[in-house]
């Protein structure tokens, strides 16, 4: 089965991967092997239902860490056939080994990848010259764009602002996932490259819009999609009332999804709809019934039914 792909995002583009993307969580079966079926199902809900205009696979909340790399190509190419056609995806292949990062940006282009998700080489903490070398190495190894994933709370290192503005000019990194927090560091680069910045945390989501990001890459968008998809377009819009109402809304689900780690939630959430989820993979372990509990009173927070 094929589908014809959207046309590959630009670097004169705005917004390259669109307005809203969800890290999707990946789908298990009870015995926890890999549950394609129900992977392509969830895309199909996160596309059609959710408005997400890009899903991202294979990243941190996909348990990527837990997840084989042929596991990673077959998710790819089996949501990529179903979705494809109208929404791109985005392949996270970030490891702290760069031999085997371009090896799984090679393998996600095969597989029908529209962009790399590249996150900041974890844990063995390498300088800036470092990060230069390897995510230049990545960006040239395939044809995709690249966005870099600047999330330093879990990677032991920032992607500090210079080696940002030197890896703009590269002609493929044309995007940033920002997890820093920091919306002045955040303002400096996109003062000075048109690198396209999404927002990684859901809750900075309307602050970091007024500084210059783009769109959202998100967890709790796996229910807040539609809405928070509505809220970047107030602020586009010019209705900053909207977009502000919408935010203290959502804030309840924005910052619930991770009172414990987001993919544990996010599971527990969807199968509360009836949704596919499964389990997670050991080191994880599932959602306790208060945490389900709780996340139940997030969701009606933000006026919410997580229910099927």
């Known amino acids: 089965m094929t589908h014809d792909h959207p046309a590959a995002p630009d670097r004169g583009a705005a917004r390259p ?91 996600a282009e095969k597989a029908g990848a529209h962009g790399l998700l590249v996150v900041t080489p974890y844990y063995n903490k390498p300088p800036q010259a470092g990060l230069v070398g390897h995510f230049s190495a990545v960006a040239d190894a395939t044809g995709l764009p690249v966005m870099l994933y600047d999330i330093p709370h879990r990677a032991g290192v920032p992607i500090e602002t210079e080696t940002l503005v030197r890896l703009a000019a590269h002609e493929r990194i044309v995007a940033v996932k920002d997890a820093k927090g920091d919306l002045a560091a955040t303002s400096w680069v996109t003062s000075r490259t048109d690198l396209a910045y999404y927002s990684g945390e859901d809750s900075l989501t309307l602050p970091a819009l007024a500084v210059g990001c783009v769109g959202l890459v998100g967890t709790s968008t796996h229910f807040t999609g539609a809405l928070a998809k509505r809220m970047i377009e107030a602020y586009e819009a010019g209705d900053t009332g909207t977009a502000l109402a ?12 991770f009172r414990t780690q987001g993919t544990i939630l996010v599971k527990a959430g969807l199968a509360a709809q009836g949704l596919p989820a499964g389990p997670v993979r050991p080191p994880l372990v599932g959602a306790t019934d208060d945490e389900l509990r709780q996340l139940r009173a997030d969701c009606a927070a933000a006026g919410l039914d997580l229910s099927e």
Request: charge should be negative; charged fraction near 20%; proline fraction near 3%.
């Open 246 to 257: 919408l935010h203290r809304r959502l804030l309840p689900l924005f910052t619930g999804i």
């Open 17 to 107: 991967f669109g307005r809203l993307l969800t890290a999707m969580v990946t789908p298990f079966t009870a015995d926890g092997s890999l549950d394609l079926d129900g992977a392509v199902r969830l895309a199909a809900h996160l596309v059609d239902e959710q408005g997400n205009d890009a899903l991202v696979l294979n990243g941190t909340t996909g348990e990527s860490p837990t997840t084989t790399d042929a596991e990673k190509e077959t998710l790819i190419r089996a949501v990529a056939e179903a979705v494809g056609d109208r929404a791109q995806i985005v392949a996270g292949v970030g490891t702290n080994d760069t031999r085997h990062t371009i090896e799984l940006a090679a393998s």
